[in-house]
């Protein structure tokens, strides 16, 4: 680094050099040959780090020249991320050097959003080493940056050198969705919460292609400045949180914490004041530092999320903590279930992506959960325990809290094993609140097709009450909630509710008779190739008419809703 730093001093060395270079990743194909390549590049690039060695820095004055020429490489990076995965108990796994490339691409990307100039620079000399964090900016709106005017630089020449190097990174779009997808398919076996991140940075980087790219098509001009500045301010962010390997992390995520959740604080007072909390700038901008928290949690360990949130969770407290919950929150030391529920009342509104994600993050941190491991090893719910008496009573309304609520209860019933989870879920199936017995069946929906997906089962007398109570809500006055258990009810282990169902078929009460005849054919339809179901089918038609005008059998339900067996 120091003979190159030399070397760049020179025009026409550094020309020549620079062409040499990228003539080395194009043309060669040998993998450790790359592999030097790539971090070689990635030093030069993180520039910061050698240029307080030297007076006069080479490498500083050519710097964005040398960006344009290495950006040329992007495309045999590129390749070399997408063939480098190996397969692994069905999941995909980067190889050594794909992991050196998505690297180096993050790097390169990441440094057209940055302004390079000189004064820019030295005046960095006197900040904190951790320079990605000292430069992050005060306001991040992702939606709205395209309205807000850029403030004109000391030097026009440096602005139009800033776009240019911003139009250099739109125009590497498709590479970086390439790269997410790639990131993504390697995290999900091991790091859940930041493949949820991912997910939604794919999806974002999608949308806003389509979005600026039909604008350019349609006008025949370039991409407007909106997008790219939209690209620019949140990839810097982005490509920070993506690396998959980066000594500075370490001591840099603490501080990304403090100021992602500062951010917030922010950002959750201005909406209050200005009644914009669900308008489409204040979704995107809580999405934006949502995904930057999923990210960024994600890449921690157990230890670090408890020891960092806990750390930094009182400063934010009083800002962030509805105020139903400060009492609740001051009776006890600070712990990360309430941290988390702080957050998750301020990210939570209607907006599914956001939802989604706060419950990932809530699953993952309170549940210390991996999800593509056996759900058999979790066996601490402390956390949720503590938490579950605040977290019921939100489930009393049709909201987007609620949505988020049935999400984390579902998932808590599913991993407890004394079912008292599921006993306060089936008990508000019986109230007389309307939303109650929503958001109580929506529950079991959610748990149902959890435990589907699962290898280890609810516990026998778990499915026998669940069966119960869905049983009962064919009778429930509301129609939504008559089709939800019809629709769940095939769902289930036809031992436990055939016989109840064929009795029901023919019920007096119309609602029952109907809501029944729909649950019964979709579950004989899902189960037309297994004879014990039909032979139980034939069985249980053989003891009703058996049993027609005899007093109420074990096979009716014992409670809820009055039942009658019609004479015909």
């Known amino acids: 680094m120091v003979l190159l730093n030399w070397l760049f001093q020179d025009e026409l060395l550094f020309q020549a ?11 060669k194909e040998d993998r450790y040959i790359a592999l030097g390549w790539c971090t070689l590049v990635r030093g030069l690039v993180e520039y910061e780090i050698s240029m307080d060695q030297f007076s006069n820095n080479g490498i500083r004055k050519i710097y964005n020249a040398m960006l344009k020429i290495l950006c040329s490489c992007i495309s045999r990076l590129t390749f070399i991320v997408c063939n480098g995965s190996t397969v692994q108990d069905g999941f995909e796994l980067p190889t050594r050097l794909s992991v050196a490339a998505a690297d180096c691409i993050l790097d390169l990307t990441k440094a057209l959003t940055i302004k390079t100039s000189i004064t820019d620079v030295s005046s960095r000399r006197s900040k904190s080493s951790n320079s990605d964090v000292s430069n992050l900016p005060t306001t991040l709106v992702p939606a709205a940056v395209g309205e807000k005017k850029v403030k004109p630089t000391s030097k026009s020449a440096e602005f139009s050198n800033k776009l240019e190097m911003e139009l250099l990174l739109w125009d590497h779009i498709d590479k970086l969705i390439i790269l997410v997808q790639r990131l993504l398919a390697w995290s999900r076996k091991s790091r859940p919460l930041h493949a949820k991140g991912l997910e939604q940075v794919l999806k974002w980087l999608q949308e806003i292609k389509e979005h600026y790219g039909c604008s350019q098509d349609e006008a025949g001009s370039k991409v407007p400045k909106a997008g790219v500045l939209l690209l620019s301010s949140c990839w810097k962010h982005y490509a920070m949180l993506l690396h998959l390997e980066d000594k500075k992390f370490s001591q840099q995520y603490k501080d990304l914490l403090d100021q992602y959740l500062s951010a917030i604080q922010f950002y959750t007072d201005s909406d209050s004041k200005q ?7 204040g979704i995107a901008t809580r999405k934006f530092f949502l995904n930057c928290l999923s990210l960024l949690l994600g890449r921690l360990d157990g230890k670090q999320i408890e ?9 934010i407290s009083c800002a962030l903590i509805p105020q139903a919950l400060e009492q609740a929150y001051r009776s006890q030391p600070p712990n990360l279930s309430l941290l988390l529920l ?4 301020v990210l939570c509104c209607t907006d599914e992506d956001v939802i989604d994600g706060v419950v990932c ?5 309170i549940f210390k959960m991996n999800y593509s491991s056996s759900r058999s090893s979790l066996s601490d719910t402390r956390q949720m325990d503590s938490v579950l008496p605040l977290l019921l009573p939100l489930l009393d309304e049709r909201d987007g809290t609620a949505k988020a609520v049935v999400m984390l209860v579902a998932e808590y019933c599913s991993i407890n094993p004394n079912g008292q989870c599921l006993d306060e879920v089936l008990e508000r199936l019986a109230s007389g609140n309307a939303s109650q017995r929503r958001n109580a069946v929506d529950v079991i929906s959610e748990l149902i097709h959890i435990s589907s997906n699962s290898v280890t089962a609810l516990s026998h007398s778990m499915w026998q009450d669940i069966s119960k109570h869905l049983l009962e809500c064919l009778g429930d006055e509301e129609e939504i909630i008559n089709v939800q258990a019809s629709n ?4 289930i282990d036809p031992l436990l509710v055939l016989p109840a169902l064929v009795r029901l078929v023919y019920s007096s009460n119309e609602r029952v008779q109907s809501s029944a005849s729909d649950a019964m054919t979709a579950l004989l339809k899902n189960h037309n190739q297994n004879y014990e179901v039909l032979s139980m089918l034939l069985d249980s038609l053989s003891n009703l008419s058996q ?10 339900i014992e409670e809820g809703v009055s039942l009658s067996v019609s004479a015909t």
């Open 17 to 27: 050099l620079a062409r040499g270079l990228t003539d080395i990743i194009l043309r």
């Open 275 to 281: 009644h914009t909390k669900n308008t489409d700038t």
């Open 307 to 315: 020891r960092t949130v806990t750390e930094y969770g009182m400063k």
């Open 342 to 345: 702080e957050t998750f009342y």
């Open 361 to 365: 993050i809530f699953k993952t941190v």
């Open 488 to 491: 769940l009810l095939p769902k």
């Open 547 to 556: 049993s027609l005008g005899l007093p109420k059998t074990s096979g009716d």
